[in-house]
């Protein structure tokens, strides 16, 4: 799940995806039988799920390169506190 592109701290991500309104969409990283390669096998259920599950990875990953000199706990934190402003304030 890890060792994403451009450090070992960030998880990997899978091929674009075709038809997105946007080209730099991707998703999520998958075996050969098309599963996704993720902690939870519920957040592939549908692509809802599955998207915001790949949006999280993304971000964890941008985070991680724009902050270099923060521990992978400092930036889980950083991500997890996000991902709590928007379930309470979104959902």
């Known amino acids: 799940m890890y060792d994403g592109p451009g450090h070992p701290d960030s ?11 946007d080209p730099k969409a991707v998703d999520l ?10 902690g939870d096998p519920r957040n592939d259920e549908n ?11 993304r971000f964890h990953n941008r ?18 506190f996000h991902y709590q402003f928007v379930v309470l304030n979104d959902f």
């Open 11 to 21: 998880f990997l991500l899978g091929g674009p995806i075709r038809g997105a309104g």
């Open 63 to 80: 985070f991680r390169d724009q902050n270099r000199d923060l521990s992978f706990a400092d930036v889980q934190q950083e991500v997890r």
């Open 47 to 57: 692509s809802i799920v599955s998207q915001l599950q790949g949006l999280f990875l």
């Open 29 to 38: 990283a998958r075996s050969p039988n098309g599963r996704a390669l993720i």
